[in-house]
Every structure is written in C-alpha cells, then in structure tokens.
C-alpha cells in the first residue's frame, strides 16, 4: 500500500472528478491520501472531505487531512489587535476534527512573496508553537528561503516540535538539519526532472526519514509533465527514488509507507504492518 502525503484534493482542478481520480488512486495502489490544508477556510473543505472518505462514500483510499495556513495566505489574515488569537483559536478547532492528522501547510516561501516576509515569520513561528502545544506534526513549505528555514527547524526540534520538510529540493545542509532535529524529509515528482540536483539527498536521507507525495495538482513527474497531477502518479516518484537509492520498489514502498503512518499517527484500513 502507498500512501501520498501531501495533496490538495480540494483545489478547483479536482472539482469535476474527485471520485474518478481516487478510483484510479486505488487502482494504483494508493491506500490513503492526506489532503493539505492552505487556509482556515479550506481546512473545512478538507476535514468534510475526510468525512465523507471514513464513511465510504467515495471509491477509492482513506483520506486524512491536515489544517493550518500556507505562507501565501498568512498576509490575508486580519492583523488587527487581538486578531492573532481569534485566527490561532480558529484554527485549533479545525485541527480537532476528525481525520485532521497535522498543522500545515505552513512555512516560507521567498520565491513569490506573496506574503511580507516578516508576516510570513510571525504566522510559521506561531503556528509551530501551536503544533508543539498540541503535540502534533506540521508540514513544512520552504522554497528559497533554506538558510532561515535551518535556524527554525533546528530551534523547533530543540522545542520538541516534529516536521516535515513537504516537496524537499534536495539542500544538504537543510537536510542535516532536518536530521538533527528529529524531522523528516518527502519527495515529489521533481525527482523525475531532468533539472532536479537533489539525487545525493535522496541516496543521503535515512530508509526511515523520509516518504512520497504527488502535491497535487502540482508538478506532474514525468511522464505527465504538463497535466494535472493526481495521487496515481505517485508511482513514478517511488520508481525514480528506488532506482536513486538501488533499493527495490517495493521496499520503498514498504517503508515509506510505516514512515508515513508512524509519523502522521495513523494506521490506514488496508494496512501495511
């Protein structure tokens, strides 16, 4: 059994066929998915769609989800006084519905700056707090921003708090400190692209670090570059890590799967232990 970490099944692309690409989801060997939050109001979404997962009314894998505010969002949040511990309870209650198995998506991202970096600053570190106050895990965003992004992961583990680095490129010296810390590394399809330098990274992360994820409908892997991408094509990202590593597919599979579960505290119906 597989199990993609790390998918929006409530973007709009996934709006007129959810049932059929869990179908083929299935058909692939997808046991569970984990659909990821980007703000309180699509954490909603996530936690009705978790429900409707748990009570079959979909053909395809378990769905978990997570909750939190993705670093694109955070310059959205009102920042009138006392606006802070509404938006901080606000999310507390989503984190509390069932299926809800993480903070996230949070962190930085100094790519786009759609949000002001010191915004950006005060929403990841308040949201780690929050994830270490509740004991549970945070998926991490972090694109451009390495060398910041290693002095908070280093002071987060020290806090206690565990996280994943979702979407990882492939840095040395963040995964040194993911590593130190107690955290934990996934992979994406751009393990397939011709321009990814991260192959030493993935050969380098323990057996029991790290796991796979689509972020779909994000970065399709080839061979689908250029469609949308769904949880089916997570293969292709097992496939490339596997020959990477020279493990075979299916003892990746096999790990990153109990990795995953270990890690998201959870044991899907179809089982892999």
């Keep these: 059994m597989i199990i993609d970490t790390h998918c929006h099944l409530t973007a709009s692309p996934f709006g007129d066929d959810l049932d059929e690409v869990l179908t083929r989801a299935a058909e692939a060997g997808v046991g569970a998915v984990i659909s990821i939050a980007s703000d309180l109001e699509d954490a ?45 309870a606000a999310l507390r209650q989503r984190l509390s519905a069932p299926g809800i198995v993480a903070l996230g998506e949070c962190g930085l991202d100094f790519h786009y700056d759609f949000s002001p970096r010191d915004v950006q600053f005060r929403w990841f570190e308040a949201q780690l707090e929050l994830a270490g106050e509740l004991g549970l895990p945070v998926v991490v965003h972090c ?14 583990g020290e ?9 990882f490129p492939g840095d040395l010296s963040l995964l040194e400190a993911a590593m130190d810390a107690g955290w934990f590394v996934s992979f994406t399809g751009i393990v397939t692209f011709r ?38 094509f997570v293969r292709h990202t097992i496939d ?4 990477l590593r020279g493990e075979s597919v299916e003892a990746v599979i096999e790990r990153t799967t109990e990795t995953a579960e270990t890690f998201f505290g959870f044991e899907a119906r179809s089982g892999s232990r």
């Design 44 to 88: 909603e979404q996530v936690a009705t769609l978790c429900v409707q997962g748990s009570d079959g009314h979909r053909n395809g894998p378990e769905i978990f989800g997570t909750a939190g505010v993705h670093p694109h969002q955070v310059g959205d949040l009102p920042a009138v006084a006392g606006a802070k511990d509404d938006v901080l």
């Design 143 to 156: 694109r451009e921003a390495e060398a910041e992004m290693t002095s908070i992961v280093r002071s987060a």
């Design 159 to 167: 806090a206690g708090v565990r996280g994943v680095l979702h979407c």
């Design 195 to 232: 321009s990814f330098q991260g192959d030493e990274a993935v050969r380098a992360v323990p057996s029991d670090r790290y796991f796979v994820e689509t972020d779909g409908p994000y970065l399709a892997p080839i061979p689908h570059r250029g469609r949308r991408n769904e949880p089916a």
């Design 240 to 243: 490339r890590i596997a020959e």
